[in-house]
């Protein structure tokens, strides 16, 4: 006699934690299907990166040689003195003098080192201050650097300047921009030999100083440069103790004067005297980088 068998109970699956924690939460319920959305490039960023992939292609088939860019560099910083004269800057700051390469010189530096794509924009600008940023990127080497730059636009009187001064700010702080870029990819210490031969070119010998010196130095009175703030700034005593190396650094003076849009007056300030009767080293003036109206 066939006996039935009753099947035996079947065991209630366990539900863990985290199946209930999904369970109540509708994002997870079997009613909703996620899938994934692809972004598409543009097609101006498609042009971007193929121009860039070009660029990087031809710079790895045609290396830069440095052989080249110094004996290039050299022979357009000294075509004229004019020109050599306006390869660096010089400020004074604090107690002393910061001299460094100018905007005119990374242009150079930039045609002839090759292989680099440099631009600058304005990335911001307030009632007080505009603020520029420059991007420099060796193509061959794959090194990138982007760098900003703060140029005001208050007068002395603390006013907003007018409209074309605001324009020509917005361009000196590009150039500064570009400037300092290009240097941080290109190493500085390449440009040394080429500062040195655009000084030597500007300082010219020793038998045409004298003349020279006096030339440059009435120059500076006309400008509203005392010849006291000159000695206090170059660190010499009297006009005798001015050498082929000072004359440089005065072209240099004049020449950010001339990158900055300000006046010569505005970069020195008359040294004080004590009560000996010595002179202080001059301060800077925090009005240098100030577009004048």
């Not at 193929?50 to 560099?73: G, M, N, W, Y």
């Not at 409209?163 to 300092?180: D, I, L």
């Amino acid at each position: 006699m066939a006996t039935d068998h009753a099947d035996p109970p079947k065991r209630r699956p366990r539900i863990t934690r985290a199946e209930v924690i999904m369970s109540n939460d509708d994002t997870f319920t079997n009613d909703i299907e996620r899938t994934a959305e692809v972004i598409l490039p543009s097609a101006l960023e498609v042009m971007i990166r193929a121009e860039c992939d070009v660029q990087i292609a031809t710079a790895h088939r045609f290396p830069r040689s440095l052989a080249t860019f110094f004996k290039r560099a050299e022979s357009m910083v000294t075509a004229t003195p004019e020109i050599a004269a306006s390869m660096e800057y010089a400020k004074p700051v604090g107690g002393g003098k910061v001299t460094g390469p100018s905007a005119r010189l990374a242009e150079i530096v930039a045609s002839t080192y090759c292989n680099l794509r440099i631009q600058s924009r304005v990335v911001s600008e307030t009632e007080s201050e505009v603020v520029a940023q420059g991007a420099a990127h060796d193509l061959e080497t794959n090194v990138a650097q982007s760098t900003e730059v703060t140029v005001s636009l208050l007068k002395r009187d603390g006013s907003r300047v007018g409209p074309e001064q605001v324009a020509t700010a917005r361009a000196s702080a590009c150039a500064k921009a570009r400037r300092n870029a290009t240097f941080l990819v290109v190493p500085a210490a390449l440009c040394l030999p080429i500062i040195a031969a655009a000084r030597r070119v500007v300082s010219g010998d020793a038998k045409t100083l004298p003349a020279r010196r006096d030339e440059q130095l009435a120059w500076f009175e006309k400008q509203g440069v005392k010849r006291s703030s000159i000695m206090a700034w170059l660190g010499v005593k009297g006009d005798e103790d001015i050498g082929l190396e000072e004359m440089a650094d005065l072209k240099a003076a004049a020449n950010t004067a001339k990158e900055e849009g300000v006046s010569l007056s505005a970069l020195f300030k008359q040294p004080r005297q004590t009560d000996s009767g010595d002179i202080q080293p001059i301060t800077r003036d925090t009005t240098a980088e100030t577009v004048k109206g």
